[in-house]
């Protein structure tokens, strides 16, 4: 009987038929609830709009497109909700003192306020690597991937052995403390542990004090050699984990890490960034102008546009420099470009002409709308 395949029009509960989102074209979510984690973190719950159901792999991200003072500004949010529930995505951001975009959403985001995103985009997942054994390793807010994967894994009682040891700066810092508890003692095959840098607000706090080191990593996880690690957290904690993991004689093509800094990310610069951006003496290369700038750029063969302006010192707007986070997109006013992104553009923007400079090789002279 098709009318029991849909919510009654005044059921709180959506419709069970409702059509999946589509990264390509939907990009509207409603905020619907906004949860305190600790003192500077909390917890933006969205549905779509319209409404869809969620699927996405859990440890990606959405990039947030929104605009404050006027300026546009995109930043990635690691989605801390479970794909298991598909009727609601969640994004759980730490605020970042002085941080335009954490600033906004914890000061100014409020349930019914619309945003648009981007995503879910990202390869940073339990879901493309061998099962469990896993060892998860975070610190701060590196925890949300790590959460995700813990919820869906935990959610579909997979069974999946998962060691979960989160670093905190002090007892009052740790976020979604109490599901952790929770989650550790209805699953036997999941074990959390806690390190706090200090006990600052809570000088009873039972747990680990100090930092992670190997002999303590060794004693917490003994069969550490057979596990997959996934980690997250500040690029110092990353290092010091894989240098343990080194000294303990991991093997580290079993380490998967995300770094919530492209910056970090693409410290080393593609080859295209740092070779020389004049085209070659036949004139092989191609001209871009700027039609508000009125500046002009010479792109070699094979060099991706934001590689020629960054090479001449020109500034534009990027971030993770390789077609993912959308920073970057800019209207083709003329010519053709190769266009190799990793879903920072939808379909309808391409359409409507625009490109992003950080992935893209000129095919012809191009007029930039910048
Ligand atoms: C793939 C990906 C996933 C991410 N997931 C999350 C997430 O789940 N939760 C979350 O809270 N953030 C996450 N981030 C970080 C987030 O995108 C923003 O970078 C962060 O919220 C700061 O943005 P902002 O606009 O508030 O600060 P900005 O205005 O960009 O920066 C203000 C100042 O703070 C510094 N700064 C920026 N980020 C940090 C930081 N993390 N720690 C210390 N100083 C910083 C900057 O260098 C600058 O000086 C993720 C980033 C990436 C790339
Ligand atoms: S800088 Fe991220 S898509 Fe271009």
């Known amino acids: 009987m098709s ?12 419709a069970d038929d409702l059509p999946l989102w589509q990264p390509g ?101 339990c879901a493309r690597h061998a099962a469990s054994p896993y060892l998860f390793l975070s610190a701060g807010s590196g925890i949300t991937p790590l959460m995700s994967m813990t919820r869906a894994l935990t959610d579909l009682s997979t069974g999946a052995d998962i060691v979960f040891i989160h670093s905190a700066r002090s007892p009052r810092d740790i976020i979604f403390r109490k599901e952790l508890a929770l989650l550790s003692a209805s699953h036997a095959t999941f074990t959390q542990a806690i390190i706090c840098e200090n006990r600052a607000g809570e000088p009873e706090w039972p747990g680990f004090i100090g930092r992670l080191d190997a002999a303590r990593l060794q004693g917490m996880v003994p069969d550490l050699l057979a596990r997959q690690v996934f980690c997250c957290g500040p690029a110092p904690y990353m290092a010091s984990v894989r240098a343990l993991l080194q000294e303990c004689g991991f093997d580290m093509n079993r380490y998967h890490e995300e770094s919530f800094n492209f910056a970090e990310l693409n410290a080393a610069p593609p080859d295209e960034v740092v070779e020389s951006a004049s085209p070659s003496e036949e004139g092989t290369g191609f001209n871009v102008h700027f039609a508000k700038m009125g500046d002009d750029l010479s792109v070699a063969p094979g060099q991706t546009v934001l590689a020629a302006a960054l090479a001449k010192g020109m500034r534009l707007p990027a971030s993770c420099t390789r077609g993912v986070c959308g920073t970057c997109k800019t209207r083709l006013l003329e010519g053709k470009v190769d266009m190799k992104h990793e879903g920072g553009i ?25």
């Open 3 to 14: 009318e029991q395949k849909h919510s009654h029009p005044s059921s709180p509960l959506p």
């Open 25 to 125: 074209e939907d990009s509207t979510l409603e905020c619907v609830q906004v949860r305190e984690e600790t003192h500077d973190v909390k917890t933006f719950v969205f549905r779509a709009e319209p409404p869809r159901r969620f699927h996405y792999q859990p440890g990606q991200f959405l990039t947030l497109e929104l605009e404050i003072d006027g300026e546009a500004v995109n930043r990635c949010y690691t989605l801390s909700s479970t794909p298991t529930r598909p009727d609601r995505v969640s994004i759980t951001v730490k605020r970042i003192p002085g941080g335009k975009v954490s600033g906004w959403l914890h000061e100014q985001l409020r349930p019914g306020q619309r945003i648009n995103v981007l995503g879910p985009s990202g390869e940073f997942t």
């Open 346 to 370: 939808r379909q309808r923007e391409v359409d409507q002409g625009y490109f992003l400079p950080c992935c893209s090789k000129p095919l012809t002279d191009l007029v930039l709308d910048r």
